[in-house]
C-alpha cells in the first residue's frame, strides 16, 4: 500500500517545525505517521460540508481586560535564566534574513 | 532609473502598520511605551514564558473600531489566528493575527484630490521585539551575533490592508499622509514614522496604459520616511518596467529598500515564502463587538479630515485640493471662525496657508485673527505689515490693534511716497534705465530700497505702481 | 490513610498538627520513592516551612482555609515561582518559573502545602510515563508496571500515600487513565471552570487540570478550591465552580444512566467490561434507571484527537527554541541554533505530535485534516448532547486496560494511544469527566470505571460517583 506520507513530505514538516532527523529517524517517523494518518482516513472520507468547525469548546465571546498595566517581571532575574545575554539583552548567533 | 509615464502605469497598493496608543499590550498588562532600557517591558506573556496566557485589551479594540469607522470600513465579528514563523524576536515563535475575520474590513479613504482608496481590511494583531544585528556595520548578513529585545513584543498593531488603488508615488503619500491624518485625529496612534509607530510596506506592480489586467507585483520593505517612500516607488518601477521591456518577467517577490544606495535589493522570492499554518488561537475567543459598542464608538468620533476639507472649502468657496494645507495644520476651524467673524475668506485662506507654518497658529484669537484681515482688506495695512503684525500675534497673544500702534503702522498715501521714490531715482540712475529698458527684476530693488527709507510702511503695490507712472 | 477533608478538618479545629500530617507523608516518601519515582522535585524544606506556619495561625485563632495543612503534589507542568518546572523535558531542563499556576496559588492560599513536582510524560504527551526524559514512574500496585500517563507521577503520589491529593492535567485522558490504573480517583472538569494559566500549553482547547485523590469527596473538595472564574484565563467560564461536596451524598435515585455502546466493544479488555457492568448494577441497585446508549461520533474521537492536540501542541511548543529560556544547544547561525536546541531538547514522542501537527496545519492539508477535525468535534459534542437528552450522565471504562507491563507500546505510537479510546471524546467536547476505582481485573489490578456528564454537570458526576465508590467499599 502506497504511504500516506512521504519521507519528503516528513523532511519539510521537519524543517518547518525546527527539527533535524537522521536519515534513520526519517524512515521511522515517516512509517509511524503513515500509520496515524491511516487512522485518520476514517473522517477524511466523512462528509461534513454542513458541519459547523468547533475550534474551542467555550461559548464565550468580548473576553477583554482593561487597558491597566501589570507589575513588570524582574529583569534581572529573567536575563540571570537565559542561556546568553549582553547589555540587558537576548544575545543569539547571528539572525540571517529578515522576519517575513 | 525614470520612467515613461506616458507607457507605463504604476500600480501600487499599501500595507499600512500602526502602533496603537494604549498604556498597555495587546494581549497583556506589560507597558506599552517607546524605548526605554531593554526587556523592561516585560512579563510572562511578553517573554512567550511556558504557561502564559492572552487576554484581550479592551481599548486596543476600541481604537480598532475608531479606525475601523474612521476607514468606513464594515466593523464585524472576528477571530484571532496564529501565524506560525521562527525568528528570534518573536516569543513564542507565532504572531496573535486575525487572518479569516479581520475586525475591520471593505472600506475606503478620500485623498485631498477627492479620490477614494478602497482598504480591504485593517485587522490587530501583535508586534515583534527588535533585534540588534551587531559587527558586520550593522548589516543583518555580516553580523557576528545578534541582540533581541522585547520591549517592542505584543505592542498592539493595526495592519492597514490598501487595495491596489493608487497609481503614482505622489498619490501613494498623499494616502499615507491622509491615513496618517486619520489615524491621528481619532487618537489611534502618534502617526511618528521614524518612531517606527507608523510602518508602510508597498506592492508595487506596472503595466503598459491601457492594460486591463495587472502586472505581477513585489513588496517593498524597510521604508522609513514618506520621501523614501516616493523614491522606492519610481525605483522599483522603473526596474520592473526595465525587466519587461528587456524581454524578462518580473517575479513575485520580497525586495528591501536601500535609503543610501536608493535601490531594491532581494530579500526573498515568494516561492520559498513560509507556510504560516494560519488556525484560530484556542486561547482566545472571538469578538464580537455589536451594534451598540460600534454605535458609541461612533458617536464619539470627531470630524475626521475629509469631512474638514469640504466643510471648509463649502464655507470658503475654495477648490478642496486647497483645503488640504490648511486642515493639516489644523487651522480649519479658526479660518471658519474668522470667515464668519466677517473675514474675507480668501485673505484668511492665504494667511492660513503661507503665514501660519507656526505650531501655535491653531491657538490664535478667531476675532482678532479676523480683525486684522479687516485691518488689511480695508487697507490701514499693507501685506506686509499685515503678515508681520500676524506673527508677532502668533508670537505674543497681543491684539493687532495693539501691535500695529506698537509700531506705528499705517498704509502711506502715493502722495507721501512720490518725493522718496524721485529721490531714489535720482541716486540709481543706472537701475532706473534698466527698470525703463523692461528689466522687471529691478523693480524689486526700488520696492525693497522705498520700504529701507519707510521701516515697511509703505504699500508695495503703490510704490510699484507709482514706479510705473514715473517710466511713463 | 487520612483524607484530605479528615486533615484539613482535623488541622482547622486545631486537633491535627500539619507538620505532622506532612512527615506522615515524606516517610513514605522516603519508604518508596526510589522505587516509583513520582517526583521530579521534592520541595520538603518549603513544604515544612509552610506547615509549620500553618500551625501557628491556627495556634493564634485564624483558619487557613478548607486544604488547611493538606499535602498535594503537583504535576511537573504547573508553573511554581522559585521551583523548577520541567514538563520532564530536556528542554526545559533548570527552568525556574518566575511566577505561579493560578491553580497552585489557589491551592496555597486555601491551606495546602505543596510537597514536590510530579513526573509526567515528556510535555503531557503519553499513556504511560515512559515518555519522561528524567524515567519513568512506576504503578505503586506493581513496579513492573506503567502508572498510565501522561500524570502518571500525580496518580502514583496519591495511590503510594505521598500525598492525599495531587494535580494533573488531562488533554485527552492525562488525569482519568493514570487514576484508573493506581486505583485512584481522578477527575477532568469541565473545559473553563478550572485556570490554565501557568499550567504549561499541549493542547490549549483540550487540556484542562483537575484533582487525583483517593476518596471522591477529596476530589469534590480541591476542586471547589482551584475551580472557579480566572480574568486571566480568556478561555475561563464566568461565575463560580458549581458547588460539588454539599450533593455529594444525594444518590441516584431516579438519575437515567447510559452505557455508551461504542466504548463497550472490540479493543476494550472482558475483565475491564465487566466491571462497568457490575458498576452499572450498583448504580440500578441504588435507584437508578440503567440502559447502553450508542454516541455514534466518539467513534472518530481519536482520529480527531490525533489532528487537533498535535496541532495546537506544534504551535505551543515552538516558544522552546533557546532564545529566552530553557536549555540551548549553541550552532553558527540562530536558525541553526534553534534546530540543535529543539532536536537535542525534545524526545521522539513530542516530535512526533510536533511534526504530526505541523503536517496537519500546512498549506494543502489543513481542510483534510485540521479543519475536519474542528468539524468532527462539533459531532461528537452533537451526538453527546442527544445522549444527554435521555440520560444523566453515561458509563464507560476508563482505560481499555488494566495497568500493562513496561516497553509493551513504546514500539508502537498507535497501540499507545488507543490507551486513550474512552477518554479523548469527552476532551473534544469539552465535557467534565471521572475515572472511579470500582475493583479489579482478572490481573488483580485496579479498573477505573469512568463517570461522563454533560457541560457543568460536575454535580450530577459527582453524585453517581459517590454511589460507586461506597459500592466497593
Same mark, same amino acid.
Given at each position: 500500500?502506497?504511504?500516506?506520507?512521504?519521507?519528503?513530505?516528513?523532511?519539510?514538516?521537519?524543517?518547518?517545525?525546527?527539527?533535524?532527523?537522521?536519515?534513520?529517524?526519517?524512515?521511522?517517523?515517516?512509517?509511524?505517521?503513515?500509520?496515524?494518518?491511516?487512522?485518520?482516513?476514517?473522517?477524511?472520507?466523512?462528509?461534513?460540508?454542513?458541519?459547523?468547525?468547533?475550534?474551542?469548546?467555550?461559548?464565550?465571546?468580548?473576553?477583554?481586560?482593561?487597558?491597566?498595566?501589570?507589575?513588570?517581571?524582574?529583569?534581572?532575574?529573567?536575563?540571570?535564566?537565559?542561556?546568553?545575554?549582553?547589555?540587558?539583552?537576548?544575545?543569539?548567533?547571528?539572525?540571517?534574513?529578515?522576519?517575513? | 532609473?525614470?520612467?515613461?509615464?506616458?507607457?507605463?502605469?504604476?500600480?501600487?497598493?499599501?500595507?499600512?502598520?500602526?502602533?496603537?496608543?494604549?498604556?498597555?499590550?495587546?494581549?497583556?498588562?506589560?507597558?506599552?511605551?517607546?524605548?526605554?532600557?531593554?526587556?523592561?517591558?516585560?512579563?510572562?506573556?511578553?517573554?512567550?514564558?511556558?504557561?502564559?496566557?492572552?487576554?484581550?485589551?479592551?481599548?486596543?479594540?476600541?481604537?480598532?473600531?475608531?479606525?475601523?469607522?474612521?476607514?468606513?470600513?464594515?466593523?464585524?465579528?472576528?477571530?484571532?489566528?496564529?501565524?506560525?514563523?521562527?525568528?528570534?524576536?518573536?516569543?513564542?515563535?507565532?504572531?496573535?493575527?486575525?487572518?479569516?475575520?479581520?475586525?475591520?474590513?471593505?472600506?475606503?479613504?478620500?485623498?485631498?484630490?477627492?479620490?477614494?482608496?478602497?482598504?480591504?481590511?485593517?485587522?490587530?494583531?501583535?508586534?515583534?521585539?527588535?533585534?540588534?544585528?551587531?559587527?558586520?556595520?550593522?548589516?543583518?548578513?555580516?553580523?557576528?551575533?545578534?541582540?533581541?529585545?522585547?520591549?517592542?513584543?505584543?505592542?498592539?498593531?493595526?495592519?492597514?490592508?490598501?487595495?491596489?488603488?493608487?497609481?503614482?508615488?505622489?498619490?501613494?503619500?498623499?494616502?499615507?499622509?491622509?491615513?496618517?491624518?486619520?489615524?491621528?485625529?481619532?487618537?489611534?496612534?502618534?502617526?511618528?514614522?521614524?518612531?517606527?509607530?507608523?510602518?508602510?510596506?508597498?506592492?508595487?506592480?506596472?503595466?503598459?496604459?491601457?492594460?486591463?489586467?495587472?502586472?505581477?507585483?513585489?513588496?517593498?520593505?524597510?521604508?522609513?520616511?514618506?520621501?523614501?517612500?516616493?523614491?522606492?516607488?519610481?525605483?522599483?518601477?522603473?526596474?520592473?518596467?526595465?525587466?519587461?521591456?528587456?524581454?524578462?518577467?518580473?517575479?513575485?517577490?520580497?525586495?528591501?529598500?536601500?535609503?543610501?544606495?536608493?535601490?531594491?535589493?532581494?530579500?526573498?522570492?515568494?516561492?520559498?515564502?513560509?507556510?504560516?499554518?494560519?488556525?484560530?488561537?484556542?486561547?482566545?475567543?472571538?469578538?464580537?463587538?455589536?451594534?451598540?459598542?460600534?454605535?458609541?464608538?461612533?458617536?464619539?468620533?470627531?470630524?475626521?479630515?475629509?469631512?474638514?476639507?469640504?466643510?471648509?472649502?463649502?464655507?470658503?468657496?475654495?477648490?478642496?485640493?486647497?483645503?488640504?494645507?490648511?486642515?493639516?495644520?489644523?487651522?480649519?476651524?479658526?479660518?471658519?471662525?474668522?470667515?464668519?467673524?466677517?473675514?474675507?475668506?480668501?485673505?484668511?485662506?492665504?494667511?492660513?496657508?503661507?503665514?501660519?507654518?507656526?505650531?501655535?497658529?491653531?491657538?490664535?484669537?478667531?476675532?482678532?485673527?479676523?480683525?486684522?484681515?479687516?485691518?488689511?482688506?480695508?487697507?490701514?495695512?499693507?501685506?506686509?505689515?499685515?503678515?508681520?503684525?500676524?506673527?508677532?500675534?502668533?508670537?505674543?497673544?497681543?491684539?493687532?490693534?495693539?501691535?500695529?500702534?506698537?509700531?506705528?503702522?499705517?498704509?502711506?498715501?502715493?502722495?507721501?511716497?512720490?518725493?522718496?521714490?524721485?529721490?531714489?531715482?535720482?541716486?540709481?540712475?543706472?537701475?532706473?534705465?534698466?527698470?525703463?529698458?523692461?528689466?522687471?527684476?529691478?523693480?524689486?530693488?526700488?520696492?525693497?530700497?522705498?520700504?529701507?527709507?519707510?521701516?515697511?510702511?509703505?504699500?508695495?503695490?503703490?510704490?510699484?505702481?507709482?514706479?510705473?507712472?514715473?517710466?511713463? | 490513610?487520612?483524607?484530605?477533608?479528615?486533615?484539613?478538618?482535623?488541622?482547622?479545629?486545631?486537633?491535627?498538627?500539619?507538620?505532622?500530617?506532612?512527615?506522615?507523608?515524606?516517610?513514605?516518601?522516603?519508604?518508596?520513592?526510589?522505587?516509583?519515582?513520582?517526583?521530579?522535585?521534592?520541595?520538603?524544606?518549603?513544604?515544612?516551612?509552610?506547615?509549620?506556619?500553618?500551625?501557628?495561625?491556627?495556634?493564634?485563632?485564624?483558619?487557613?482555609?478548607?486544604?488547611?495543612?493538606?499535602?498535594?503534589?503537583?504535576?511537573?507542568?504547573?508553573?511554581?515561582?522559585?521551583?523548577?518546572?520541567?514538563?520532564?523535558?530536556?528542554?526545559?531542563?533548570?527552568?525556574?518559573?518566575?511566577?505561579?499556576?493560578?491553580?497552585?496559588?489557589?491551592?496555597?492560599?486555601?491551606?495546602?502545602?505543596?510537597?514536590?513536582?510530579?513526573?509526567?510524560?515528556?510535555?503531557?504527551?503519553?499513556?504511560?510515563?515512559?515518555?519522561?526524559?528524567?524515567?519513568?514512574?512506576?504503578?505503586?500496585?506493581?513496579?513492573?508496571?506503567?502508572?498510565?500517563?501522561?500524570?502518571?507521577?500525580?496518580?502514583?503520589?496519591?495511590?503510594?500515600?505521598?500525598?492525599?491529593?495531587?494535580?494533573?492535567?488531562?488533554?485527552?485522558?492525562?488525569?482519568?487513565?493514570?487514576?484508573?490504573?493506581?486505583?485512584?480517583?481522578?477527575?477532568?472538569?469541565?473545559?473553563?471552570?478550572?485556570?490554565?494559566?501557568?499550567?504549561?500549553?499541549?493542547?490549549?482547547?483540550?487540556?484542562?487540570?483537575?484533582?487525583?485523590?483517593?476518596?471522591?469527596?477529596?476530589?469534590?473538595?480541591?476542586?471547589?478550591?482551584?475551580?472557579?472564574?480566572?480574568?486571566?484565563?480568556?478561555?475561563?467560564?464566568?461565575?463560580?465552580?458549581?458547588?460539588?461536596?454539599?450533593?455529594?451524598?444525594?444518590?441516584?435515585?431516579?438519575?437515567?444512566?447510559?452505557?455508551?455502546?461504542?466504548?463497550?466493544?472490540?479493543?476494550?479488555?472482558?475483565?475491564?467490561?465487566?466491571?462497568?457492568?457490575?458498576?452499572?448494577?450498583?448504580?440500578?441497585?441504588?435507584?437508578?434507571?440503567?440502559?447502553?446508549?450508542?454516541?455514534?461520533?466518539?467513534?472518530?474521537?481519536?482520529?480527531?484527537?490525533?489532528?487537533?492536540?498535535?496541532?495546537?501542541?506544534?504551535?505551543?511548543?515552538?516558544?522552546? *527554541? #533557546?532564545?529566552?529560556? /530553557? !536549555?540551548? &544547544?549553541? +550552532?553558527?547561525?540562530? $536558525? %541553526?541554533?534553534?534546530?540543535?536546541?529543539?532536536? =537535542?531538547?525534545?524526545?521522539?514522542?513530542?516530535?512526533?505530535?510536533?511534526?504530526?501537527?505541523?503536517?496537519?496545519?500546512?498549506?494543502?492539508?489543513?481542510?483534510?485534516?485540521?479543519?475536519?477535525?474542528?468539524?468532527?468535534?462539533?459531532?461528537?459534542?452533537?451526538?453527546?448532547?442527544?445522549?444527554?437528552?435521555?440520560?444523566?450522565?453515561?458509563?464507560?471504562?476508563?482505560?481499555?486496560?488494566?495497568?500493562?507491563?513496561?516497553?509493551?507500546?513504546?514500539?508502537?505510537?498507535?497501540?499507545?494511544?488507543?490507551?486513550?479510546?474512552?477518554?479523548?471524546?469527552?476532551?473534544?467536547?469539552?465535557?467534565?469527566?471521572?475515572?472511579?476505582?470500582?475493583?479489579?481485573?482478572? *490481573? #488483580?489490578?485496579?479498573? /477505573? !470505571?469512568? &463517570?461522563? +456528564?454533560?457541560?457543568? $454537570? %460536575?454535580?450530577?458526576?459527582?453524585?453517581?460517583? =459517590?454511589?460507586?465508590?461506597?459500592?466497593?467499599?
Amino acid at each position: 500500500m502506497e504511504s500516506r506520507i512521504t519521507t519528503d513530505d516528513v523532511a519539510k514538516v521537519a524543517r518547518l517545525a525546527r527539527l533535524r532527523l537522521t536519515d534513520d529517524e526519517l524512515d521511522r517517523f515517516t512509517h509511524q505517521l503513515s500509520d496515524i494518518l491511516d487512522h485518520a482516513a476514517d473522517i477524511e472520507a466523512l462528509e461534513l460540508d454542513d458541519v459547523e468547525p468547533m475550534a474551542r469548546p467555550v461559548p464565550l465571546s468580548n473576553v477583554l481586560r482593561s487597558d491597566e498595566p501589570n507589575d513588570p517581571l524582574d529583569r534581572d532575574a529573567v536575563l540571570a535564566a537565559a542561556p546568553s545575554t549582553e547589555d540587558g539583552q537576548f544575545r543569539v548567533s547571528p539572525v540571517l534574513g529578515e522576519a517575513p | 532609473m525614470s520612467l515613461d509615464l506616458d507607457v507605463w502605469e504604476i500600480v501600487i497598493g499599501l500595507e499600512v502598520h500602526t502602533e496603537l496608543l494604549t498604556r498597555t499590550k495587546l494581549f497583556s498588562g506589560a507597558v506599552n511605551r517607546f524605548g526605554g532600557e531593554p526587556n523592561t517591558h516585560i512579563d510572562p506573556m511578553t517573554l512567550g514564558l511556558p504557561g502564559a496566557l492572552p487576554v484581550l485589551n479592551e481599548h486596543a479594540v476600541e481604537l480598532a473600531i475608531r479606525v475601523g469607522l474612521a476607514l468606513n470600513c464594515t466593523v464585524q465579528r472576528s477571530v484571532f489566528a496564529r501565524k506560525n514563523y521562527f525568528y528570534p524576536d518573536q516569543p513564542k515563535n507565532y504572531q496573535i493575527s486575525q487572518y479569516e475575520l479581520p475586525i475591520n474590513a471593505d472600506g475606503w479613504l478620500e485623498l485631498p484630490s477627492g479620490k477614494r482608496v478602497g482598504i480591504e481590511r485593517a485587522h490587530l494583531e501583535e508586534d515583534t521585539g527588535k533585534s540588534t544585528h551587531v559587527g558586520g556595520g550593522g548589516r543583518i548578513h555580516d553580523a557576528r551575533y545578534s541582540l533581541v529585545d522585547l520591549n517592542r513584543a505584543g505592542v498592539p498593531l493595526l495592519e492597514i490592508v490598501g487595495r491596489p488603488d493608487l497609481r503614482t508615488a505622489d498619490e501613494a503619500k498623499a494616502y499615507v499622509s491622509e491615513l496618517r491624518s486619520i489615524l491621528v485625529a481619532v487618537g489611534a496612534s502618534d502617526g511618528k514614522m521614524e518612531e517606527g509607530s507608523l510602518r508602510v510596506d508597498c506592492n508595487v506592480s506596472v503595466r503598459h496604459r491601457g492594460d486591463s489586467d495587472f502586472g505581477t507585483r513585489c513588496e517593498i520593505k524597510n521604508i522609513n520616511s514618506l520621501r523614501a517612500m516616493g523614491r522606492a516607488i519610481d525605483y522599483e518601477a522603473a526596474r520592473q518596467a526595465d525587466l519587461i521591456s528587456s524581454g524578462e518577467a518580473v517575479v513575485q517577490q520580497t525586495r528591501h529598500w536601500n535609503d543610501t544606495e536608493g535601490r531594491t535589493t532581494l530579500l526573498r522570492s515568494k516561492e520559498d515564502a513560509d507556510d504560516y499554518r494560519y488556525f484560530p488561537d484556542p486561547d482566545l475567543v472571538e469578538i464580537d463587538p455589536g451594534p451598540e459598542w460600534i454605535e458609541r464608538v461612533r458617536a464619539a468620533l470627531p470630524m475626521l479630515p475629509s469631512a474638514r476639507r469640504h466643510r471648509l472649502a463649502e464655507r470658503t468657496g475654495a477648490e478642496l485640493e486647497r483645503t488640504a494645507l490648511v486642515v493639516e495644520r489644523g487651522l480649519d476651524e479658526l479660518c471658519l471662525t474668522a470667515v464668519d467673524a466677517g473675514a474675507d475668506p480668501e485673505r484668511v485662506l492665504t494667511h492660513a496657508e503661507h503665514n501660519l507654518a507656526d505650531e501655535r497658529a491653531a491657538g490664535l484669537d478667531p476675532e482678532a485673527f479676523a480683525q486684522l484681515v479687516a485691518m488689511e482688506t480695508d487697507g490701514r495695512l499693507t501685506a506686509t505689515q499685515t503678515k508681520a503684525v500676524l506673527a508677532e500675534m502668533v508670537d505674543t497673544g497681543d491684539g493687532p490693534d495693539a501691535i500695529a500702534a506698537r509700531h506705528g503702522y499705517e498704509a502711506m498715501d502715493s502722495g507721501s511716497l512720490e518725493p522718496i521714490v524721485d529721490g531714489l531715482i535720482e541716486a540709481n540712475p543706472a537701475e532706473w534705465e534698466r527698470f525703463c529698458d523692461g528689466d522687471a527684476k529691478v523693480a524689486g530693488f526700488f520696492v525693497g530700497q522705498v520700504m529701507k527709507a519707510t521701516q515697511g510702511k509703505a504699500d508695495g503695490k503703490a510704490v510699484t505702481a507709482l514706479l510705473n507712472a514715473r517710466r511713463g | 490513610m487520612r483524607t484530605a477533608v479528615d486533615i484539613a478538618a482535623g488541622v482547622r479545629a486545631g486537633e491535627l498538627s500539619a507538620l505532622e500530617v506532612l512527615d506522615e507523608h515524606l516517610e513514605r516518601v522516603v519508604l518508596r520513592e526510589a522505587e516509583i519515582h513520582a517526583f521530579n522535585h521534592l520541595t520538603e524544606e518549603a513544604a515544612r516551612a509552610a506547615a509549620t506556619g500553618l500551625d501557628r495561625r491556627v495556634a493564634a485563632g485564624e483558619d487557613p482555609g478548607p486544604l488547611a495543612g493538606v499535602p498535594v503534589a503537583l504535576k511537573d507542568n504547573l508553573c511554581t515561582e522559585g521551583v523548577p518546572t520541567t514538563c520532564s523535558s530536556r528542554i526545559l531542563e533548570g527552568w525556574i518559573p518566575p511566577y505561579t499556576a493560578t491553580v497552585v496559588e489557589r491551592l496555597v492560599a486555601a491551606g495546602a502545602v505543596p510537597v514536590g513536582k510530579t513526573n509526567l510524560d515528556e510535555f503531557a504527551m503519553g499513556s504511560s510515563t515512559e515518555n519522561s526524559a528524567f524515567g519513568p514512574t512506576r504503578n505503586p500496585h506493581d513496579v513492573t508496571r506503567v502508572p498510565g500517563g501522561s500524570s502518571g507521577g500525580s496518580a502514583a503520589a496519591v495511590a503510594a500515600g505521598f500525598a492525599p491529593v495531587s494535580l494533573g492535567s488531562d488533554t485527552g485522558g492525562s488525569i482519568r487513565q493514570p487514576a484508573a490504573l493506581c486505583g485512584v480517583v481522578g477527575v477532568k472538569p469541565t473545559y473553563g471552570t478550572v485556570s490554565r494559566l501557568g499550567l504549561v500549553a499541549f493542547g490549549s482547547s483540550l487540556d484542562q487540570i483537575g484533582p487525583f485523590s483517593a476518596t471522591v469527596a477529596d476530589a469534590a473538595l480541591v476542586l471547589e478550591v482551584i475551580g472557579g472564574h480566572d480574568p486571566g484565563d480568556s478561555t475561563s467560564l464566568p461565575g463560580s465552580f458549581p458547588s460539588v461536596s454539599e450533593h455529594l451524598d444525594d444518590g441516584v435515585s431516579g438519575l437515567r444512566v447510559g452505557i455508551v455502546t461504542e466504548m463497550m466493544g472490540d479493543g476494550i479488555a472482558a475483565d475491564v467490561t465487566a466491571r462497568v457492568r457490575a458498576a452499572a448494577d450498583a448504580l440500578a441497585a441504588a435507584g437508578a434507571t440503567v440502559e447502553e446508549v450508542s454516541v455514534r461520533a466518539v467513534t472518530y474521537g481519536l482520529s480527531a484527537y490525533y489532528l487537533v492536540a498535535p496541532a495546537e501542541a506544534s504551535s505551543n511548543l515552538a516558544r522552546y *527554541d #533557546g532564545v529566552r529560556y /530553557g !536549555v540551548r &544547544v549553541e +550552532a553558527a547561525t540562530a $536558525g %541553526e541554533m534553534m534546530e540543535a536546541t529543539r532536536t =537535542a531538547g525534545f524526545g521522539d514522542e513530542v516530535k512526533r505530535r510536533i511534526m504530526l501537527g505541523t503536517y496537519a496545519l500546512s498549506a494543502g492539508y489543513y481542510d483534510a485534516f485540521y479543519g475536519k477535525a474542528l468539524k468532527v468535534r462539533t459531532l461528537i459534542r452533537r451526538d453527546f448532547d442527544a445522549a444527554y437528552e435521555r440520560f444523566d450522565v453515561l458509563l464507560s471504562p476508563t482505560s481499555p486496560t488494566t495497568a500493562f507491563p513496561f516497553g509493551d507500546k513504546t514500539a508502537d505510537p498507535m497501540a499507545m494511544y488507543l490507551n486513550d479510546v474512552c477518554t479523548i471524546p469527552t476532551n473534544l467536547a469539552g465535557h467534565p469527566a471521572m475515572s472511579v476505582p470500582f475493583g479489579v481485573g482478572d *490481573d #488483580g489490578l485496579p479498573v /477505573g !470505571v469512568q &463517570v461522563l +456528564a454533560p457541560a457543568l $454537570g %460536575e454535580v450530577v458526576m459527582f453524585r453517581t460517583a =459517590a454511589v460507586l465508590e461506597g459500592s466497593v467499599r
